[in-house]
């Protein structure tokens, strides 16, 4: 008998017959003998709905007053679930993130968990129940809603896991598993068995939307084992995270490709070339809790230089607001931005002892007359930044050049 922690989307639990699925699996896996706690996400759409209602009332709606509204999604899932599995004869019980006690700290809508106290959900376990849990939110030390930010169902699902030291987390989403790249952009993409944490968690960063980073940070802090299936198909293998690389790792030197539209860029110009300028910048913007993704600074030139870097382009207005007085201050010559701009990604744990990977990501997108902006480099990746409309080109080509759409 095992401790299993699944985890349930918003298109997985979109629809009253598709609770009922979701209660007849879990079901499935009680009646094997394990023990189960299901992570459900609010309704697909649910959250867009209540977010554009805030908007009707406030413009920038006020952050502990949108996570009080927003958390509410996941309430009405988590019970609407645990009626399903009552009416099947499966005894149920659901908990919100303030009634398990995940405490988070106090940054509303961007929350990050503390810790998680299990003891009513072992409890239940121990009486042969199914705990069904809210995911996506906690509480913070004086009891306020907090959440975790978009997709932070993925997070509480793995946080569990790890609290309850379970034998698997399992994430049901709308695909049955992690592939080359998107499908709906290159058909032949293929569904990889395993993929490595490294591999996962530079995807996921990097645009895949499967599994949200955060998640795939836990797990790998935590050594959950994490596998990716399908809610929407008898049981299937799925794509399982691994903490070790294949024996055969060598022979696929790639082993995705990841992409991601929701960046924006910014250049500051004409900033002084001198020490701490890099600080005087981004700064600020750390200070207003937005995430840089890329950065470069060129070579500077008559005492000055140009400073770039990517945010995600939900902070972009922000991120140009709060610069405004860092021109001032530093005396640049002013910014450039966009936001039509896309990052595409080759990731793969084989890059290690292979030679040339760059080279031919940068031939194979010369071919194609795809200019790049900016490039950033890891042990396992290389990211490009692009014009936003050759996105869906770059993939394919990229992909075909690695040769990811022939059978492994």
């Known amino acids: ?14 629809s009253p017959e598709r609770i009922k699925n979701v209660a007849k699996r879990v079901a499935r896996w009680k009646a094997k003998g394990h023990d189960v706690v299901v992570v459900v996400s609010a309704m697909s759409g649910e959250t867009n709905r209540l977010i554009a209602l805030a908007k009707e009332i406030q413009a920038q709606p006020d952050p502990r007053e949108m996570d009080v509204m927003v958390s509410t999604g996941e309430q009405v899932t988590i019970a609407l679930l645990s009626m399903a599995l009552l009416e099947i004869g499966v005894s149920a019980r659901s908990y919100t993130g303030g009634q398990v006690r995940i405490l988070t700290d106090n940054a509303y809508t961007k929350a990050r968990i503390l810790s998680i106290d299990e003891h009513n959900m072992r409890a239940d376990l121990k009486a042969g129940r199914v705990v069904v849990v809210a995911g996506f939110q906690g509480v913070d030390d004086a009891g306020n809603i ?76 935590y050594k959950v084992r994490l596998r990716v299936l399908s809610s929407f198909e008898e049981e299937g293998e799925g794509t399982l995270i691994t903490f070790e690389e294949d024996k055969d790792m060598e022979k696929a ?20 070339d001198r020490p701490g300028i890099a600080y005087q910048i981004l700064g600020p ?111 394919r080509v990229l992909h075909k050049a690695f040769g990811l759409d022939q059978a492994a």
């Open 285 to 395: 913007i750390g200070d207003a809790n937005i995430d840089v993704d890329m950065i470069v600074q060129n070579v500077g030139h008559d005492g000055l230089t140009d400073f770039s870097f990517t945010v995600h382009r939900n902070d972009y207005q922000k991120a140009l607001n709060v610069l405004k007085p860092v021109l001032e201050h530093t005396k640049a010559r002013g910014i450039q931005s966009g936001d039509k701009i896309a990052k595409v990604s080759v990731v793969g744990v084989g890059m290690r002892s292979h030679a040339g990977i760059a080279s031919t990501m940068f031939r194979t997108l010369a071919e194609e007359g795809i200019n790049i902006e900016m490039i950033s480099t890891s042990e396992i990746k290389v990211s490009v930044v692009i014009d936003e409309k050759y996105t869906e080109l770059a993939v």
């Open 253 to 272: 030197v790639i082993s995705g490709i990841a992409f991601n539209r929701d960046e924006a860029k910014i250049t500051v110009l004409g900033v002084p």
């Open 1 to 14: 008998m095992a401790l299993i922690v699944q985890k349930y989307g918003g298109t997985s639990v979109g």
């Open 146 to 221: 907090t959440t975790l930010g978009r997709g932070g169902s993925d997070t509480t699902g793995v946080a569990l896991a790890a609290a309850l030291k379970a034998d698997e987390c399992q994430i049901y989403t709308d695909v049955d598993g992690v592939y080359t790249t998107d499908p709906r952009i290159v058909p032949e993409a293929r569904r990889l068995k395993t993929v490595t944490f490294e591999e996962m968690l530079e995807m996921a960063s990097l645009g895949s939307k499967v599994l949200q980073i955060r998640s795939v940070e836990f797990a790998g802090k």
